[in-house]
């Protein structure tokens, strides 16, 4: 059972550069979301989808974007990089029959932008 | 405003002794508190989730206590061993949404 399974663990970017997180998991769960974590911070909702279809927009929305177009899969777009968005970023996904079930969260990419 | 937090910042136990570690919040409505386990370079992983009405969870040496009047929360790490050396993380699902606002976290090392 893989869960949570992002690409790449590691990226480096220069500045003005695109390119996309990548996230899938296998638990058939509806909701999943993207937070990035940067030290001295909690972690901050970025996007998040309650379904194949349905995305909507988190705490820190700007400079990304989002799809969900299956259950499995949430990718997620820096547009053009900046240096600010040097962070760590994860993914989460959770079932939601029920509002206090457990979120599984992805091993993280480790971003930086040059 | 919403916020979780936590207390203390960071914290250097000896192998085998107790620990308990806090969080304070004032998210409402509540709809649950959890505790996560952050392994450095990994992602998180859920300890315990308790609703309002439970006032103690119990995950092996890990033992949560909530108290939803003063809005405080607890974790007791029982005969620490040096895998506990990780960050943890107290967050607070918002009632009505599936938002979660995260504490900042507290790193704890377990040194033999």
């Known amino acids: 059972n893989a869960g949570v399974t992002q690409t790449p663990k590691f990226q480096v970017l220069k500045t003005g550069q695109s390119m996309t997180l990548q996230c899938a998991q296998d638990m058939n769960h509806e909701y999943m979301s993207w937070y990035r974590q940067d030290p001295g911070m909690g972690l901050r909702l970025i996007h998040y989808s309650v379904g194949a279809g349905i995305t909507d927009q988190g705490e820190v929305p700007n400079g990304y974007n989002v799809s969900r177009s299956t259950t499995e899969d949430f990718p997620l777009r820096l547009l053009s990089a900046a240096p600010s968005q040097t962070s760590v970023y994860f993914c989460a996904s959770s079932y939601r029959g029920s509002w206090n079930t457990e979120a599984f969260f992805g091993q993280g990419t480790r971003l930086t932008v040059v | 405003k919403n916020q979780v937090e936590q207390s203390p910042q960071s914290l250097i136990i000896l192998e085998g002794k107790n620990c308990t570690l806090q969080c304070n919040y004032t998210v409402s409505p509540f709809s649950n508190l959890r505790w996560y386990k952050q392994d450095t370079g990994r992602g998180p992983v859920s300890l315990t989730i308790m609703t309002f009405s439970e006032n103690t969870k119990s995950n092996g040496r890990y033992t949560a206590t909530l108290d939803a009047d003063t809005k405080q929360s607890s974790l007791h790490i029982t005969a620490s061993q040096l895998s506990d050396s990780a960050s943890y993380i107290c967050?607070?699902?918002?009632?009505?949404?599936?938002?979660?606002?995260f504490g900042k976290g507290m790193k704890l090392t377990v040194n033999p």
């Open positions: 967050v607070v699902s918002q009632g009505g949404s599936e938002k979660l606002v």
